[in-house]
């Protein structure tokens, strides 16, 4: 066991930022010359040393390939990918570990659906509901669907906080609907949406619901079974992990049914040129070698978070939001982007006449890492009458302290462009 492994096993105290600190190196390092601010957890979030030991230790020491080896490297390899397959699914509180399926992100687990259940279920005058806070990634997958099929893509509004306009929900879930796609947290206005109650409502009128939850995992425990959803989606490197891999959910029986995504290697029964036949979920869909380290390691993040509790994450950060929300709300030409009564985790932003990307820069330069642009979300833009934001997004191991140096430069951006 690595020093990180003991440290995370040791600890039993409540939540400490300061220690949870010591076990990020990169937030060690000075940017221009100042400490490390980073504000962008909603974009990526940084690695603790147990997962970059982690990633080294199986490289080092525990690496094959899966699923074909009758050696023992092998066998251990294909123990540890789907030891990691199990983590996710109770983390996930999903039934069963073969409604797991690793993909390369939530961008792929969406794809994914759209291509398989989507093809298979989605045909000319039917409609895909999402809603219009969603990032382009449960966007454009559905749109390119509905082109394909002749299929209509109909959207849920969001009100002036940026909550989703549910009383327009029953009107929007006609007998055409085939499947709603919807944020468990908006990654732009940092919303989060009521999916039980989404759930209930679509499932009413035989609508399945596909949850994009990249913004939910790292700050809010996740139950499937208790949300009630036919499809989760959710990338690693979100949630303290590394890039490369993500997960998707289904409902066995859907996926069971689901058509196969590629066709490839690991993916298959049989094959002959005649007639080839397909392997058992999740391995269907999975197709050729795996990122067998990042699904590894990923299991290794689950447990660091996990070990630090969903719960008390969530705490902090509501303090953090409350807090830097409160430092820049009354700000003169400040407008928040985003006012929903639930929230998590981010702060949109713009100023009056200053450019989201001067924002950026200023802050960049005292070292603190911010996210500026349309955050993947131009309908999110487009609804506010905006062109961009400048987003600060917290992870757990931001501090009050760093809340007030972002509060301080963005008085100073206020200061220079005045
Ligand atoms: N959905 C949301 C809400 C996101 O915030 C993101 C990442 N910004 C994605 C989907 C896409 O995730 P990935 O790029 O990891 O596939």
Known sequence: MSAADESLATRKAPFDVARIREDFPILKRLVHGKPLVYLDNSASTQKPQAVIDAMARFYADGYSNVHR????????????????????????????????????????????????????????????????????????????LCEEKGGRLRVLPIDDRGELMLDRLDELLTPRTRILAVAHISNALGTVNPIRRIVEAAHRRGVKVLVDGAQAVAHHAVDVRDLGCDFYAFSGHKVYGPTGVGVLYGRAELLEAMPPYQGGGDMIRSVSFEKTTFGEIPHKFEAGTPDIGGAVVLGRAIDYVTAIGLEAIAAHETDLLARATEAIRDLP??????????????????????????????????????????????????????????????????????????????????????
């Open 69 to 144: 080896g009758v050696y023992l490297l092998s066998e251990e390899a294909t123990r540890s990918f789907e030891e990691a397959r199990d983590k996710v699914r109770a983390f996930l509180g999903a039934r069963e570990t073969r409604e797991i399926v690793f993909v390369r992100g939530t961008t792929e687990a969406i794809n994914l659906v759209a291509h398989t259940w989507g093809r298979r279920h989605v045909g000319e005058g039917d409609e895909v509901l999402v809603s219009g806070l969603e990032h382009h990634s449960n966007i454009v997958p559905w749109q390119l």
């Open 333 to 418: 030409g400040v407008r928040l982007i985003g006012t929903a009564r639930e929230k998590a985790s981010v702060l949109s932003f713009v100023i009056q006449g200053i450019h989201a990307h001067d924002i950026g820069t200023v802050l960049d330069a005292d070292g603190i890492a911010v996210r500026a642009g349309h955050l993947c979300a131009q309908p999110v833009m487009e609804r506010f009458g905006i062109p961009a934001t400048v987003r600060a997004s917290f992870g757990m191991y931001n501090t009050r302290e760093e809340i007030e140096a972002f509060a301080r430069a963005v008085r100073k951006v206020l200061e220079m462009f005045r």
